[in-house]
């Protein structure tokens, strides 16, 4: 079982458009996550992490579900610059040796 | 801004050749890491060190891999035979490692994309 799962999309919207993605993760362990963005042939960059409570950063919110073991990402207000990879990324209590990527989800926007 | 640089920016090699990627991770930080990212793949944790021993590796990071933390600066990744499928990119983290979520970030590099041929 993958540790951490994505649905790869690509998730193709207008400008303008919300849109969301979910993750989930297999290990109940898991204590820290962070959305990446990625752009293609480009290294992964830290959009944001995910706090417990839910945490905003202008117009990017994400959603932390321990019960049902997913986190997700809303993106309000998409601008063709949010177009790329989105990794959903998770590292177990207290080890920060070790951080499960997942397989990205692709987001599309269109003029 | 600080940031992680890695050298080269891309490496062909033959397959049986050793090859050694390097990195300047960012200067204060304790904790390194590299993955690996076969083209349209995910990213693939590969290995972590912190204070100068590996942390933990996976897997993929058998006895052709290495790292090495040679100096103060640089975090180097040396695979000894290389075969085919080590074709991908490769990328060095690093991570400040202290209390708080902050600290937990790690920041990437560009990579080093290897081709073996």
């Known amino acids: 079982r993958k540790e951490v799962e994505q649905d790869p999309g690509p998730f193709n919207v207008p400008e303008g458009a919300t849109v969301a993605f979910n993750c989930t993760y297999s290990n109940s362990a898991s204590q820290s996550f962070f959305w990446y963005r990625q752009d293609c042939r480009k290294e992964p960059k830290l959009l944001m992490s995910v706090y417990s409570s839910g945490n905003e950063d202008g117009r990017f919110t994400a959603q932390l579900n321990r019960a049902s073991q997913y986190i997700s990402l809303l993106i309000r207000d998409s601008k063709l610059s949010d177009s790329a990879t989105y990794l959903c990324v998770v590292t177990l209590l207290y080890n920060f040796n070790k951080f499960y990527f997942g397989s990205g989800t692709k987001l599309n926007v269109k003029p | 801004e600080p940031e992680v640089t890695q050298t080269p920016s891309h490496q062909v090699t033959q397959m049986g050749q050793e090859v050694i990627l390097r990195c300047v991770p960012i200067s204060n930080h304790l904790y390194f890491y590299w993955y690996r990212q076969i083209l349209g793949q995910k990213v693939e944790f590969l290995v972590s060190?912190?204070?100068?021993?590996?942390?933990?590796k996976s897997e993929i990071f058998d006895d052709q891999f290495s790292v090495e933390r040679p100096d103060g600066s640089n975090f180097t990744l040396k695979i000894r035979s290389t075969k085919l499928e080590d074709s991908a990119m490769y990328f060095c983290a690093s991570r400040l490692g202290l209390a708080g979520a902050e600290e937990n970030e790690q920041f990437f590099g560009p990579g080093t994309r290897l081709t073996v041929l």
């Open positions: 060190f912190y204070n100068n021993e590996i942390s933990e």
